[in-house]
């Protein structure tokens, strides 16, 4: 079961995905020769629009393939795009796909190339794969506050002789910001906590209508290997209607600030391999949420299962935008490239690019399952 609940998971994350560059393509009329999902050899494939929307065995991502990617592969090769047995010919449909367009170019017609669209096109269909991603977890994030509760940043205790009752805060206390960052759910006082490394806080609050400033330090416990200011929270409230809109923002909000700050800890160096995950790290989480979930009941296995899917959703937009050939970010990049020499890269070299940024992307791959492995059973 929990292997199916992942894959489902991830299947949704995907097709999420893979759709909004898909849509906003075929809105500005840019032509999909693959809508893939999976990785590796085909499982199934069909063929509708003259798009081959394909099913492959390996469960690690999925693409939306353009004709220029396909030229590009074969520019890689050393080929031209008219040598059929350089194509990616699993699949004849998407054989007979290219060969059309290279023929309907060739002879001066619409291509439909994506890299013939305009920028502002082209930025669109890029940019529309994370943010499918970010819609999705904020439909997600909807139903979750309307059937759980969500946790306000409200001191529920202060704790003697810590540095938080001794600056003067108290029980009741609506935390409002934290060193200038605005917060609205508790456990974005928790992640700040956690990360603060000792760096002094500036904390205001809200107490009986007026707005309080405290400052100061935490205190750092030995045994726990970790700095605490001394306060814990979380006054639990169920929303409906519009504050349920308004709080799904807020939810969606603090999984990006998550993400965002995970990847500082990483360029900083911060982090050590077991914080990581791949795939079958991913597999292995939802494994372990669910057997601790499905003991509360259906309702709520069905709102956890869909709290991590709203997390891993952003996760997956947000990775996607970073500035790395082979993914949308590095598209991105090469963009704003062209924008500022007032003309595009070559072909040839972008295709370059995008092989090295994929084969280091399948480097990578390989790392996490192998650190996914010894993190679970070693």
């Known amino acids: 079961m929990s292997i199916l609940i992942f894959i489902i998971i991830l299947g949704v994350l995907l097709i999420s995905h893979e759709g909004g560059h898909l849509l906003v393509a075929k809105m500005n009329g840019i032509h999909v020769a693959e809508f893939m999902i999976g990785m590796g050899p085909q499982i199934a494939h069909f063929e509708k629009g003259g798009t081959v929307y394909s099913l492959r065995v390996l469960p690690i991502g999925g693409a939306c393939v353009f004709d220029d990617d396909l030229e590009q592969e074969n520019m890689v090769k050393g080929t031209s795009a008219q040598d059929g047995d350089s194509l990616n010919t699993d699949s004849l449909p998407q054989a007979e796909i290219q060969e059309k367009v290279t023929t309907d170019r060739a002879d001066g017609k619409e291509s439909h190339h994506f890299n013939d669209a305009s920028l502002g096109a082209r930025f669109a269909t890029v940019v529309a ?58 456990r974005e006082v928790q992640v700040i906590s956690q990360l603060n490394n000792g760096k002094e806080y500036t904390i205001v609050v809200e107490r009986d209508g007026e707005r309080l400033t405290f400052t100061f330090s935490p205190l750092y416990e030995e045994e726990e290997g970790r700095y605490y200011m001394g306060i814990t929270g979380g ?28 990847l500082l800890q990483i360029i900083q160096g911060q982090v050590q391999s077991e914080d990581v995950a791949g795939v079958v790290g991913m597999a292995n989480l939802v494994s372990e949420t669910y057997d601790e ?8 296995t069905l ?29 991105i990049l090469l963009m704003a490239v062209e924008l500022v020499r007032g003309k595009p890269i070559s072909p040839e070299k972008e295709g370059v690019v995008n092989t090295i940024g994929f084969v280091l992307l399948m480097v990578l791959m390989v790392f996490l399952f192998f650190n996914d492995i010894k993190n679970i059973f070693f």
């Open 303 to 331: 709102l956890t299962m869909m709290n991590l899917a709203a997390l891993l959703s952003v996760n997956l937009g947000i990775i996607n935008l970073l500035p790395i050939p082979a993914l949308d970010g590095g598209r």
């Open 293 to 300: 979930a499905k003991t509360y009941g259906w309702l709520t």
């Open 129 to 186: 794969g994370p943010l499918a991603n970010i819609i999705l977890a904020f439909v997600f994030s909807v139903f979750i506050v309307n059937f759980s509760m969500t946790d306000l940043p409200v001191v529920v205790s202060v704790m003697e002789g810590y540095p938080a009752a001794e600056a003067g805060m108290e029980a009741g206390d609506t935390i409002i910001s934290i060193n200038g960052e605005r917060v609205y759910l508790y």
């Open 235 to 262: 006054e639990y409230v169920q929303f409906t209607g519009l504050k349920a809109l308004e709080y799904a923002v807020y939810e969606v909000r603090y999984a990006a600030t998550s993400v965002y700050k995970s």
